[in-house]
């Protein structure tokens, strides 16, 4: 089982990472952390790399729900998404799939949960 999907665009960095937050919150989630591997990576250990954006994606309902259900879930929250630049004018988005993530914990009704969060990210990557 695969633990993300992923699309990957003909355009540029920036466009990509607006047009991935516009989609996500589309589906009701809003960016909640905003990590730059490029720019932290060249601070912290001189490394130049790639640009590579995680989003941290919530849709505070749905990790409500989830916490409910599983206090301890929210060391698996946010759901991150991925953009990062395979070449110029490439860009791959891949989004964690919250049911493969969620396998560890037996708790059915968080499954249930997970796949309503997989099945809007689905749509986030499809639509962009």
Sequence with gaps: MSYYFAKTLTTGFDDAVHRTTE???????????EID?????????NVDFRNYRILGACNPALAHEALQ???KVGTMLP????????????????????VASMAAIDNPRLKEAAAKVQGKLRKVIDSL
């Design 23 to 33: 989609a996500l919150k589309q589906e009701g989630f809003g960016i909640i952390t």
């Design 69 to 71: 259900l599983e206090d």
């Design 79 to 98: 759901c991150n998404v991925v953009v990062q630049e395979i070449q110029p004018g490439s860009v791959e988005v891949a989004a964690i799939d919250p």
């Design 37 to 45: 591997v490029k720019d932290t990576l060249k601070k912290k250990v």
